[in-house]
Every structure is written in C-alpha cells, then in structure tokens.
C-alpha cells in the first residue's frame, strides 16, 4: 500500500483526469468538425470546442496554481536521463495546455468569430479582426495541438512503461482508486 505522502493529492488528481479527458475529446471533436462542410451543426460542434478550450484554459490556471503551492510527491528512483525526460514533457505539457487553447482564442478572435463561454460568458476579442493573422493561428493552433498530442502520448507511453515493465507503482500516485 502505498502512503499518502507518495501520492499526488486527491485535487491533482482529479484535475489531472479532467483534463485529460478535456484535452483528449476537444482533440478528437477538433478533428472530427475540421473537415465538416458549413451548417448549423459544424457552427454547434465549433461552439463545444471553443467552450472545451476556455474550460481547458480553466483547469489549467486552476492545476498550476495548485501545482505551484503544493509540492507533488518525490520522483521515484530512476536512471537521471529518464527523470530528465519525464519533466521535460511536464513541462511542455504545462505549456501547451496554455498555448493550445489561446491560440485558439485568438484565432476566432481574428476572423471574426466571438468565442462566448457556454453561451453564456462573452470573453474579449484576444487580437484584432486580422484574415491572415486569423489563417495563420489556424496552422500555429493545429500545428500546437498534434504536438499536444504527441506529448500526450510519450506522457502516457512513461507512465505504462512504468507500470508494465519497471513495476514501480509510478501510476497508482495519479490513480482515481486508492491503493
């Protein structure tokens, strides 16, 4: 059984799977409605995706404060290239939970498209009504998202290598179940 001081708090955790399950859906409706050709349901599911962004924007303000004053759980042991690794795509994650979402926020603020949380909340426009400025945030908000995407998956690939193949009960610090 592992102690509480070997575990990550019960808020981080819970903001960790919440976000991942934001992250993981906004991307995957993302790639669904890109390639939908213009109607009211594609301007619905674009509407879910800017709300999953802000909330995305949220949680991750929220998880880095958090982060910020409590201190998570001693690494395990582990060869120092390996622990080098896994805050290195720490780190790039915190980023991109940032850059992804503001982004996008931007992007809809240059063409023109006002990003209204739950159809509720109006936020400012992020950056002026720009066409180009707008074109090119749509490449650089794609573009941060596969790379989301892909850290998102080495984050995974550790933490099963770590359980499957080190055995060291790195996951159940970040499980939902107590152990």
Do not use: C
């Amino acid at each position: 059984m592992m102690s509480p001081a070997d575990r990550y708090s019960p808020f981080a955790i819970v903001l960790h799977w919440l976000l991942a399950i934001a992250i993981v859906g906004a991307f995957g409706l993302g790639l669904y409605m890109s390639d939908l050709p213009f109607s009211p349901s594609r301007i619905k599911l674009y509407n879910w995706h800017k709300w999953a962004g802000v909330t995305i924007l949220a949680l991750s303000a929220l998880r880095l404060l958090w982060r910020l004053a409590h201190r998570p759980p001693a690494d395990l042991p582990m060869p120092v290239w390996q622990a080098r690794a896994a805050h290195a795509v720490h780190g790039l994650l915190y980023l991109a939970f940032f850059a992804v979402p503001l982004t996008g926020w931007a992007m809809s603020s240059a063409k023109g498209f006002p990003v209204v949380w739950f159809g509720v909340l109006p936020l400012p426009d992020f950056v002026p009504k720009d066409h180009d400025l707008g074109e090119l945030l749509e490449e650089v908000h794609a573009a941060l998202a596969w790379g989301l995407a892909v850290l998102v998956l080495a984050h995974v690939a550790g933490a099963l290598k770590h359980h499957f193949v080190d055995r060291d009960g790195l996951l159940q610090r970040m499980s939902l179940r107590r152990t």
